[in-house]
């Protein structure tokens, strides 16, 4: 498969695994250096990246997570009919995915479908009833259809303007003289002798009177009130002025580094001690007790790319939070934290558990469903904006 726009991968867009175990692994790999392309907003790479992982599995739940992935990347290319099958796909392999449904209905506001798009968002909210973030995309949604025009039939109007003309002609001997106006100018009076010459003929000539002297008509005399604005505008000599060399400390490069390389620095470990202090101080009060974190495992990676002066942050974590709640304890894991969750958009949630204590429906809804689970999407995402504002 030849992909021009994706060099850099070629090794695996033309990989032909054998079997299933050299699928699986080609699966992850497209997988990792997709979640990378779009970290690093290379959106034609992870498109194609997304679209060899598809070949590598008949996982349904798998595949709807690639075509969610590949919507949000056709979209940011603003291929939205692309983003809009895509999204499609990804809620007919798995109509629970909660993600598959943002995805579809983003992707039917961009091409004018927000009567759809209403009801695709509510379809996901009925899923997931407590998901702020998709309340609020909800309301947006619903806002942007009723105050959407209405078409109207278009008319076109030709109008024709008429210029008339008039045309005298002088005739004097042997020679003729027409002169053509405008019906909307003024006719130009003009005084002639018996022998159809100017009698005063300097200002015809051009000439002018200043200061006593004949000057061409071209001369420009400007007022006092010209000068002032104008000021001084004789020629000035420049100047040499050294130019200081630029940091490469503060273009975040290093001192070798001149062409602007890609370069790369590992930032993981302050990524995991700052991640991990901001879930553990997640708490959500409800009526019947304190939802807290009583310990957060955080693992993976993040650094900080520059390349040709631009910044990337690159970020993949797996997070597994141990909670609890009025006689209960329990687990929730988010196996994907990673660029490609937009802030404010929700995380996927697997392994809820109950370890002590008896699963209830209250205990589903303010620790899975939403309360605890909701305030770790806010420290997820306080987190990205520290790591944006660091770095």
């Not at 490069?253 to 879930?279: F, I, R």
């Not at 910044?311 to 988010?334: A, P, Q």
Request: charged residues 25%; hydrophobic residues 35%; proline residues 3%.
């Amino acid at each position: 498969m030849n992909q021009p726009f994706a060099s850099a991968h070629q090794d695996i867009l033309d990989a032909k695994p054998q079997d299933e175990a050299a699928k699986a692994r080609l699966l992850e790999e497209c997988k990792d250096r997709a979640k990378r392309a779009i970290q690093a907003q290379v959106w034609p790479d992870a498109i194609a990246l997304y679209k060899k992982a598809l070949g590598c599995t008949s996982d349904a739940n798998q595949q709807s997570i690639l075509h969610s992935n590949l919507s949000l990347a056709q979209g940011k290319m603003n291929r939205w009919e692309d983003a809009l099958h895509s999204a499609q796909s990804a809620v007919e392999l798995d109509a629970t995915y909660v993600k598959g449904w943002w995805r579809l209905g983003q992707a039917q506001v961009s091409v004018g479908k927000g009567g759809d798009a209403v009801d695709t968002l509510q379809k996901a909210l009925s899923l997931d009833p407590t998901n702020k973030a998709l309340i609020k995309e909800l309301e947006k949604v619903r806002k942007q259809a009723s105050e959407a025009p209405q078409p109207l039939a278009s008319t076109t109007t030709k109008s024709v303007t008429k210029t008339t003309t008039t045309t005298t002609s002088y005739t004097k001997s042997s020679s003729n003289v027409s002169s053509t106006a405008s019906s909307t100018s003024e006719p130009m009076e003009v005084d002639v002798d018996e022998e159809g010459n100017f009698t005063k003929s300097d200002h015809v000539k051009g000439y002018k009177i200043v200061n006593g002297k004949k000057t061409s008509y071209f001369h420009n005399e400007l007022s006092e009130d010209a000068k002032k604005l104008i000021g001084d505008i004789a020629p000035q000599k420049l100047e040499t002025v050294p130019v200081e060399e630029t940091s490469t400390k503060e273009a975040g490069k290093s001192a070798w580094n001149k062409a602007g390389t890609w370069e790369e620095k590992d930032v993981s470990a302050w990524g995991q001690e700052s991640l991990q202090e901001s879930l553990q101080a997640t708490t959500f009060q409800h009526a019947e007790g304190l939802a807290t974190v009583t310990s957060a495992t955080v693992s993976g990676h993040a650094s900080v790319a520059t390349v040709r002066g631009k910044k990337r942050l690159i970020y993949e974590w797996s997070i597994v939070v141990h909670w609890s709640f009025m006689d209960c304890t329990g687990k929730l894991e988010f196996p994907d934290v990673d660029g490609t969750c937009m802030v404010g958009e929700p995380y996927d949630a697997t392994g809820f558990t109950v370890s002590t204590g008896t699963r209830t429906s209250l205990v589903e809804d303010n620790v899975y469903r939403g309360g605890l689970r909701n305030a770790l999407h806010d420290s997820i995402d306080n987190w990205v904006r520290l790591f944006q504002e660091k770095y």
